[in-house]
């Protein structure tokens, strides 16, 4: 590596770092108080209560009403939440997979949410599409799929009920959650800045220019793309902020981004995690790629026609 090489990556390093910084501390103080607050909601029994609630329209997707509480769950924290609830059930394959689906389209719903806002799509649109989408798939899953398999169970060590505990083991998990978030939006973050300086980002665009034109995604977004694709919304917030914010795309293709990541990302490590627990992954990916593939499309629609009527309207 010559030396203006050298240069081109130590001053892309230094412009990346402060607004890196202030992305992670957004992101990590919205990440401990929503986990603290799920942490209470379960705690007093308001989580099994919501669940109690849903549990009539789980019956009607096909699942039992316990599984509303893995789904809940799952909405306000994350898979890995919604994996421990699973996991003290007795569900078999049919079920796990239904039931991961409908997590994967809308779990950790709040920080995610926020991180869409902050790119520049409606959060409100954001979580009644992710809603839905969990419980069409789940509708139509139920309709599809063929008849159950044998039953999975995993069993898990009993959580200390008492309050302390509880605190102690929010803590630890959060502290770590924290740590491995930092590290990686920071690294990630880096690596976007030096792929964009030397071009790579580019090259990367060109290539994927097939794959995100079938899903009706712009091939500038290839590298959010498969950064959501890997490592999620959350980890790859800063790299996604810092694309929308420096004006490299736009509102209208990043918005176009969101609704199909929304409900289709993290398809490395969350998919080969639920099926370790039993969940079929060619239902997982498949469906939520079809499913994107509709709400992206969906939305070029609505654009077109916006578009006609302010040129009809002026």
């Not at 939440?81 to 699973?86: F, G, N």
């Not at 789940?138 to 200390?160: E, F, Q, R, S």
């Not at 973050?189 to 790579?200: A, D, K, M, P, T």
């Not at 090259?203 to 994927?208: A, R």
């Amino acid at each position: 590596m010559d030396k203006s090489a050298i240069d081109r990556t130590i001053s892309s390093v230094k412009e990346i770092l402060p607004k890196t910084l202030k992305t992670c501390l957004w992101l990590v103080r919205i990440t401990v108080l929503v986990t603290l607050g799920v942490q209470f909601l379960e705690y007093f029994k308001i989580l099994p209560w919501i669940s109690n609630f849903l549990s009539p329209v789980f019956n009607l997707l096909g699942l039992p009403g316990e599984a509303a509480l893995a789904y809940v769950t799952g909405y306000f924290v994350n898979n890995y939440s919604a994996i421990a609830v699973m996991s003290t059930l007795n569900l078999d394959v049919r079920t796990i997979t239904i039931l991961s689906v409908m997590v994967l389209c809308s779990h950790n719903m709040i920080t995610e949410t926020a991180v869409q806002k902050k790119t520049g799509s409606s959060a409100v649109r954001m979580v009644i599409t992710r809603t839905l989408s969990a419980f069409v798939l789940g509708y139509v899953l139920n309709l599809i799929m063929p008849g159950a398999a044998n039953t999975v169970h995993i069993n898990i060590a009993a959580a200390d009920p008492s309050l302390w505990a509880m605190l102690q083991l929010w803590f630890v998990k959060t502290l770590k959650l924290v740590i491995l978030m930092t590290v990686l939006i920071f690294a990630l973050s880096i690596l976007q800045r030096l792929l964009s300086e030397f071009g790579v980002i580019r090259w990367l665009s060109k290539f994927m220019r097939p794959v995100l034109a079938v899903f009706g995604l712009p091939a500038k977004t290839s590298f959010l793309w498969i950064v959501a694709n890997t490592l999620g919304l959350a980890y790859g917030a800063a790299v996604m902020i810092d694309e929308t914010e420096s004006g490299k795309i736009n509102k209208q293709d990043v918005d176009l981004l969101n609704h199909h990541i929304g409900i289709s990302h993290s398809n490395l490590e969350d998919v080969i995690l639920l099926a370790s627990v039993g969940a079929i992954a060619v239902w997982l990916l498949f469906s939520r790629w079809a499913f994107s593939f509709l709400l992206v499309w969906e939305l070029r629609l609505e654009m077109a026609i916006r578009k006609k009527l302010s040129i009809f309207v002026g």
